[in-house]
């Protein structure tokens, strides 16, 4: 029973096609899906990336002072010369010598990762609308989306949620505690 | 269902048990502002944080103003956050803040800052934290002159300790070194704590810093004031000299300053509320207690006098800084 | 004796009636205020801090140590239950903490975590008022190359924390360490890896970082596992509510070991409890026999750095009531406090304010002792939240994440980074790297830095100094010795895995 959609493109398609025996006593002995090499092999080379971009930035750093005491380009040259080191490694170990069992996640559902890829999207959607009309109201298109659009609860339970858990929260926080919420760039207070 | 009740019983009694502990008041008082904020550039437990809650309580004790002002603590960008802030309050009433001369240094050597001291309205200025510079009390300088010999002597083998690079100790103490030719190091340390344990512990010679930094460590014996950077003697140490009067040159040297400043056009009239407020403060009692008990200098500026006196600190610190070398580009 | 005879006379002025009201008032909204994401101890403190000097001195610090314990206890709480940490020491007990809760165990977890501190409190307590003068000297003596030492310590400890993939466990680390050193450089004012944007040269908050990492990475790998499925076993009887007595057996070395640690740390000022807490869960780690269980669900897991933890509020007041220098953000809350009264602490101040100084110290162990008698019945109240279906869990997760992120200084661009964050989260799970190593390296990076810099300076850029200094050598012995023994038994442990009949 493998996952039917294809994975969405992007860096964590490490999804495994699972099968409820892989928990048993086999895991030693079967050979690892593909997909996971693919993942660490794309986690060393970001990790590479990441050092590179990294060394390019602080490029402009000084290494040293004017009287060779460590200047504030030093450290951050080390680490990420580390990185980049340590992620190639990484990557040449996945390709070199492929089949070494990990530890993974435990199985996942069908449909499971495009589940969570909709509840981070809807996440980083909600971003914008908190800019735009502030906390509540964003916060509860979001809760409304999650429980009606993600996980489909019908009734009057959802509704409930829709609405109390952003006004619990904004009551709690900005009203009695006076702690700083997002406000509305359009409906200024 | 029965779960929903409870949950939602129990954050309402949550809810009552802390307003009724009047956490957030937000009744309003009668008088030109309802409910007033004061905005600081630390976080708590910091120079301003503490100062503008002194500033809040003494108000309050002296029957000023009747509300508590909530203290905000816009941490971000060492004063930069703080300003964006006020910018964002625009024409508002309700919003004062703690200033320090941190507020102009920072737009000065931080690239890209979109934020900058004429940006803010003054309202007032109330004291000056005198300088001095302290050794660990069996140290062998006597006067702050002897220091500085010792640093022309053998240049790069002191060493100063103080906050960041950028802050009034390490910019006074770079300008003395340009002005005597000598030289000396700087070890610096976020946290205020860790200034006076170098100190004592022997690993820096020289700490430069307000009377009250240094007063219970003077006062258990452990530290010695060597010199006043100002010019005047200080009431709080009558015995210790000026650096002028060391022979040390020490004109203009930056003036670690407190006062008031509200957002960019911030009502007139609202401006006078609270300058009028803090001119009332500074005549109180336990305001001169206050003050004289940290070894301040009270000095209030009304709005006009506060603005132009920032002009002056931003130009001469835009000197310094410039001659450091450690100025944006 | 005398320090014992001024303990008593503390603890007969501040067991008045008045005072045990108010901290019982103080542990209660410490610990409600102190589960909102965001708001650990310090921000809770500063929150409160007008209500508190309002009253008389004695009482007010009494109220602030309450508020202190309720909102450290209920930090662990959020950790344990949903996987948000909502401070940086908290952080630890994300990982075996939220183990438990999953496998049903969280009562006991959370009582385990209410009883170790209440030990770790006690012990931190009795160090402060026998061993106060000796330790106030270590946090002098306790310069850059020390920390130094220490550092390197602790960052050796870190990359043995990984052990189960050690490369991986490297890559995290490096990676934290690299986002450390984002924002403006402490020594020179230059702005480093911002890419230009003067919304990162303050660099990125640890809050973001964490909740990013642990509570919205959780929210999505529970989302893809389970549709329906309950994701919490209840358990059924009351007993299971509370750590059984094999639980206690099984953590008494790591309750020990974390009291110690977490008062000498907590008495360094600038060491605070983030460190003690990491020191303290990956020394147990390394020294269980059983160190596999460890990120599964281990009680030494929680016992340990919740120990740390709270031996740590006794260790920092050394430097703060002895010397006047906050080591940590809440002594830093509690110094503004005694200045708003007036007091200025120092040297000077148990001599010449003995009415203060003694009763502080009573003050958190009666806070503490609060916290137990009201915590623990509470306990299964709390554990109820776990009922509540997780489609309404997840989405009120997600919301507080924001509440919490944003608060802390009113940026919109944190909650973008927490939502990056979270999928980087997501991903490391999915992949079997660690998020921990970059958490701690996070933390401990700055610090590491600083110290080898300031040290050079001290020293004209000669490295001798990290093995003149007789405290710095003797860490850096021991952390060599650690090395050493790490690569034997590691070689021994692999060669174990691989041949595992040979190695019987």
């Known amino acids: 029973m493998s996952i039917e959609e294809p994975a969405p493109d992007g860096p964590i398609r490490t999804e495994l096609p699972v099968t409820e025996e892989i928990r048993g006593p086999a895991e030693e002995a079967r050979p690892r899906p593909d997909r996971h090499a693919i993942g660490q092999l794309t986690f060393g080379i970001i990790s590479v990336a990441v050092g590179v971009a990294a060394l390019i930035d602080a490029a402009g750093l000084a290494k040293f002072g004017k009287s060779g005491q460590p200047g504030p380009g030093l450290f951050p040259d080390i680490v990420a010369a580390l990185l980049v080191v340590l992620g190639a490694w990484l990557a040449i170990l996945t390709v070199v010598r492929p089949t070494r069992a990990e530890p993974v996640e435990e199985p996942v559902e069908p449909g499971g990762f495009k589940r969570a890829a909709t509840v981070w999207l809807a996440f980083v959607v909600s971003i914008p609308l908190l800019v735009l009309f502030g906390f509540a109201p964003a916060m509860a298109a979001l809760v409304a989306f999650l429980v009606f659009g993600v996980e489909r609860i019908r009734g009057f339970r959802p509704v409930l949620a829709v609405v109390l858990v952003p006004a619990v929260v904004y009551l709690l926080f900005s009203v009695v505690l006076g702690v700083d919420l997002p406000e509305s760039v359009l409906f200024p207070v | ?329 | 004796m005398g320090a014992l005879n001024n303990l008593i006379d503390g603890f007969a002025a501040a067991l008045t009636p008045t005072n045990l009201f108010w901290v019982a008032v103080g542990v209660v909204v410490g610990t409600l205020v102190g589960i909102l994401p965001g708001l650990g101890p310090p921000a809770t403190l500063a929150i409160l801090l007008p209500l508190t000097t309002s009253l008389e001195p004695a009482t007010g610090l009494i109220l602030m140590a309450g508020i202190y314990h309720g909102a450290k206890f209920a930090g662990s709480t959020t950790a344990i239950l949903l996987n948000i940490p909502t401070e940086p020491s908290s952080v630890v007990l994300c990982i075996d903490g939220h183990e438990l809760a999953k496998k049903g165990r969280a009562g006991p977890a959370m009582g385990m975590s209410a009883i170790s501190g209440f030990i770790a409190s006690t012990v931190g307590v009795v160090a402060l008022t026998f061993a106060a003068p000796l330790v106030a000297q270590l946090a002098v003596d306790f310069g850059p190359p020390e920390y130094a030492a220490l550092m390197a310590f602790a960052l050796l400890l870190v990359i043995m924390m990984a052990s189960e993939s050690p490369l991986k466990g490297f890559i995290s680390m490096g990676l934290g360490l690299l986002l450390s050193t984002v924002g403006i450089d402490l020594f020179t004012g230059q702005q480093r890896l911002t890419f230009g944007s003067v919304t990162m040269s303050d660099g990125i908050e640890f809050i973001t970082l964490s909740v990013g990492l642990f509570a919205v990475a959780e929210v999505l790998i529970n989302v893809e596992k389970a549709s329906g499925r309950p994701l919490f076993t209840m358990p059924s009887k009351f007993r299971e509510l509370l750590p059984t007595r094999a639980d206690l057996r099984q953590s008494r070395g790591a309750i020990g070991l974390g009291s110690v640690l977490g008062f000498l740390v907590g008495a360094l000022p600038g060491g605070g409890s983030t460190v003690a807490s990491f020191l303290s869960y990956t020394l147990v780690k390394r020294t269980s026999r059983t160190p596999e269980r460890f990120g599964k669900g281990a009680m030494e897991g929680v016992a340990g750095p919740e120990a740390a933890n709270n031996s740590e509020s006794g260790g920092a007041m050394i430097p703060l009531l002895s010397l006047g220098l906050p080591g940590t953000a809440s002594t830093a809350v509690m110094l503004a406090a005694l200045l708003l009264y007036g007091l200025q602490p120092g040297p000077l101040l148990f001599t010449e304010h003995p009415e203060i100084g003694w009763p502080v110290i009573a003050s958190l162990y009666i806070g503490n002792v609060a916290l137990l008698i009201l915590n623990l019945p509470m306990i299964p109240i709390w554990v109820k939240l776990l009922k509540v279906p997780y489609w309404v869990l997840y989405p009120a997760i997600l919301v507080l994440a924001v509440v919490g992120v944003f608060s802390i200084r009113s940026s919109m661009f944190d909650v973008v980074l927490l939502a990056f964050f979270g999928l980087v989260g997501f991903a490391f799970r999915k992949l079997g790297v660690p998020a921990a190593p970059m958490l701690m390296a996070f933390v401990l990076g700055p610090m590491a830095e600083n110290a080898v810099r300031q040290s050079l300076v001290l020293s004209k850029n000669s490295p001798l100094i990290f093995v003149q200094r007789p405290i710095a050598a003797i860490i850096l012995g021991v952390a060599a010795l650690a090395a050493i023994t790490l690569a034997i038994t590691g070689k021994r442990r692999r060669a174990a895995v691989r041949h595992p009949v040979a190695s019987l």
Not at chain 2, 63 to 75: C, M, Q, S, Y
Not at chain 2, 88 to 103: H, I, L, N
Not at chain 2, 281 to 303: I, M
Request: glycine share 10%.
């Open chain 2, 1 to 329: 269902m029965r779960t929903y009740f409870r949950l939602g019983a129990g954050l309402a009694a949550a809810v009552l048990v802390l307003g009724g502990c009047g956490i957030a008041q937000r009744h309003s008082a009668n008088g030109v502002p309802s409910r007033t904020e004061a905005v600081v550039h630390t976080g708590p437990g910091g120079g301003s944080d503490v100062f503008a809650r002194q500033v809040v309580k003494m108000l309050q004790g002296d029957k000023l103003i009747d509300a508590n002002w909530p203290v905000r603590n816009e941490t971000a960008g060492s004063g930069i956050g703080a300003m964006s802030y006020l910018k964002s309050r625009r024409g508002r009433e309700d919003t004062v803040a703690a200033v320090t001369p941190t507020w102009i240094v920072t737009p000065l050597t931080l690239d890209g800052a979109a934020v900058s001291i004429s940006d803010v309205r003054p309202i007032a200025g109330l004291l000056v934290e005198p300088q001095v510079m302290a050794v660990r009390a069996d140290s062998k300088y006597g006067t702050a002159a002897d220091f500085i010999a010792d640093a022309h002597a053998r240049p790069d083998t002191l060493v100063q300790v103080g906050g960041s690079i950028t802050a009034t100790d390490s910019l006074t103490g770079q300008a003395l070194q340009a002005r005597t030719q000598s030289k000396w190091s700087f070890l610096t340390f976020a946290d205020s704590g860790q200034r006076i344990a170098a100190l004592l512990r022997g690993d820096a010679q020289m700490m430069i810093g307000s009377t009250g930094d240094f007063s219970e460590q003077v006062r258990a014996g452990a530290i010695r004031v060597v010199g006043a950077v100002g010019d005047k003697r200080l009431p709080a140490l009558p015995d210790v000299p000026t650096l002028a009067e060391e022979g040390v040159p020490s004109q203009g040297l930056p003036e670690e300053f407190r006062g008031f400043v509200g957002p960019p056009d911030m009502p007139a009239q609202t401006v006078t509320y609270y300058q009028e407020l803090l001119r009332r403060l500074t005549s109180q009692p336990d305001w001169q207690k206050y003050a004289a008990e940290d070894g301040d200098v009270t000095r209030f500026l009304d709005a006009g006098q506060f603005r132009d006196y920032l002009g002056q600190q931003q130009a001469s610190l835009k000197k310094l800084v410039d001659q450091l070398g450690l100025a944006s580009h």
